[in-house]
């Protein structure tokens, strides 16, 4: 084994907790991850110690606050290896992320007739906020298909660019099966065909080194809280010179430079979309749940998180009567299965009853389990923090499942 489990799993305190009396399984890390101690502690030493409002303050604390705050950024900036501090702009997640650049690209760029391109492996927040800008624009929705694995058709997705096509927004990982698309070569594909690419990385980031400069993605998303840091916190990194020409989205303090009643004109990158007091104690506590993961090492994380999913693989597959969706040769640890014959909500609440979460559902993607023909899936999504062990657990309680209902 590549690192510590031990250590790991004593860095994350809600992990010795137990659930229904039985030490407690989260294998629901795909809807969002737990958190290090030291998240926590970062978080509480700026409410104990400096907190203040940042930007603009002459005394010492809101001085305080907005370094940390700008060093935040210059964390982020080097986690992705974007060019410049000034491309990374925070928001509370990939929701709003996706929603600021549909508004603010769209407003700009998108105009009737013209063509959005989007896949079928994608999550509601990469689907509704293009769905709502083509109507409000009279463009439409072009849709890049599946095979039965869970992998796009990336010949299909050649033929769908025009010369009305405006944007591509691609997840880099699907949060329903763990597919890993090759969004490098789809970028390029975008770029041949003079079309930018936004890619959503909530499912990306903290499962392998992202580098938004070779991947040459015009816009990269994610969420703070799927990747070990708090909730309410997320990026986009956009190409600076797209930032500077597409207008803000959300308006207000922070985001100007001069206010008259008569015209207002905009604040430089990257706070022209940051209206408002943002989470700076979030932002904080992201870098330092960033620290975390690269003291444990991506690469490490990487390797980890295959031999979980090899395992897991193995073991839910040995299981009679028990359908493992969607492997893709090219994914992570997200296992999608049903159990024929019983419904995934009521398996779903006996595994938790044994201590173990796993979610079920649609995932936030409908059209997805629409073209399958299913209502959803029992998911199991494991991180660097869950072990073999807990695999085996998982597999006996299936087992249970299947004894009361048969
Ligand atoms: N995209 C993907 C691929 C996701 O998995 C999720 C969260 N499940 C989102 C977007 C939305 O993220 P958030 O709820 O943090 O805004």
């Not at 964390?75 to 996706?98: L, Q, Y």
């Not at 929705?141 to 095979?147: A, E, F, H, T, W």
């Not at 207002?264 to 209206?275: D, G, H, I, V, Y």
């Not at 090899?310 to 073991?315: P, S």
Request: one cysteine or more; charged letters at 25%.
């Amino acid at each position: 084994m590549a690192f510590d489990i031990e250590k790991i799993r004593n860095d994350f305190p809600i992990l010795q907790r137990r659930v229904h009396n039985k030490p407690f399984v989260y294998f629901d890390n795909a809807a969002t991850t737990q958190k290090p101690l030291r998240v926590i502690e970062r978080m509480d030493k700026i409410y104990l110690e400096t907190n203040s409002n940042i930007h603009r303050g002459i005394h010492y604390l809101s001085d305080v606050s907005t370094r940390q705050f700008e060093e935040a950024r210059e964390t982020v900036r080097k986690f992705i290896n974007a060019g410049n501090d000034h491309e990374v702009i925070f928001t509370s997640g990939t929701t709003a992320g996706i929603n600021m650049v549909a508004f603010s690209y769209g407003e700009k760029y998108v105009s009737e007739g013209d063509e959005i391109i989007i896949s079928s492996l994608e999550h509601h927040s990469n689907i509704v906020p293009w769905q709502m800008l083509c109507e409000r624009k009279g463009a439409s929705l072009k849709v890049i298909p599946i095979n039965d694995y869970g992998e796009l058709l990336i010949d299909e997705y050649e033929k769908l660019f025009s010369s009305k096509t405006r944007i591509v927004a691609l997840t880099h990982v699907a949060n329903s099966t763990g597919t890993k698309n090759p969004v490098k070569k789809m970028i390029g594909t975008a770029h041949r065909n003079g079309v930018p690419v936004l890619v959503d990385g909530a499912q990306a980031v903290q499962h392998g080194k992202v580098d938004v400069q070779e991947l040459d993605a015009d816009f990269y998303v994610f969420s703070g809280h799927k990747m070990y840091g708090p909730t309410g916190t997320g990026v986009v990194y956009g190409k600076e010179s797209i930032l500077e020409e597409i207008p803000p989205w959300q308006t207000g303090g922070e985001m100007v430079d001069q206010v008259t009643f008569g015209k207002t004109t905009f604040n430089r990158l990257p706070f022209k979309f940051e209206a408002g007091t943002p989470n700076y104690t979030g932002v904080i506590g992201l870098a330092a749940a960033i620290q975390y993961i690269e003291e444990t090492g991506l690469n490490d994380i990487a390797s980890y998180e295959k031999e979980l999913l090899d395992y897991g693989n193995k073991r839910l597959s040995e299981i009679d009567g028990l359908n493992l969706f969607w492997e893709a040769e090219n994914k992570i640890s997200i296992f999608s299965f049903i159990l024929e014959g019983i419904h995934p909500y009521d398996a779903g609440m006996i595994i938790d009853k044994y201590g173990i979460a796993v979610r079920t559902g649609n995932h936030c993607a409908q059209p997805f389990m629409e073209r399958f023909g299913i209502g959803g899936t029992i998911r199991a999504s494991l991180v660097f923090y869950n072990t073999c062990e807990e695999i085996d657990r998982l597999c006996e309680a299936i087992e249970k499942v299947k004894e009361m209902f048969s």
